[in-house]
């Protein structure tokens, strides 16, 4: 049972990239996934959550308007868009899945391997 992330790179300000979180093992239509990050010295945030029913979506403040969360059920993988990116932004990304099951509960589960994101110039 794994999710892995992946899509992360270096990026001007104001760009965009495509995030993508595929599970391996295990389907994961039934489970709510969340995307966190951690920025050097900082606590790792969580930065949006989609759960099994699309309408049950979360997004930090930070994100809002500019990040979008979906999920393909089909290929096994949920997505984050991620345009006009700030430095502020520049963070190793994770996806996990969420303890609520199925529901965004912001409490996660184990976590692989990030995907690095820098935003600078």
């Known amino acids: 049972v794994q999710l892995q992330a992946s899509g992360g790179g270096l990026v001007q300000p104001g760009g965009s990239l495509r995030l993508s979180c595929t599970a391996s093992?295990?389907?994961?239509?039934?489970?709510?996934i969340a995307w966190f990050r951690q920025a050097p010295g900082k606590e790792r945030e969580e930065v949006s959550c989609?759960?099994?029913?699309?309408?049950?979506?979360y997004y930090a403040d930070s994100v809002k308007g500019r990040f979008t969360i979906a999920r393909d059920d089909a290929k096994n993988t949920v997505y984050l868009q991620m345009n006009n990116l700030k430095p502020e932004d520049t963070a190793v990304y994770y996806c996990?899945?969420?303890?609520?099951?199925?529901?965004?509960?912001?409490?996660?589960?184990?976590w692989g391997q990030g995907t690095l994101v820098t935003v600078s110039s």
């Open positions: 996990t899945t969420d303890k609520g099951g199925s529901w965004c509960t912001h409490r996660p589960n184990t």
């Open positions: 989609i759960g099994s029913s699309v309408i049950n979506t």
């Open positions: 093992g295990f389907h994961l239509d039934y489970y709510a």
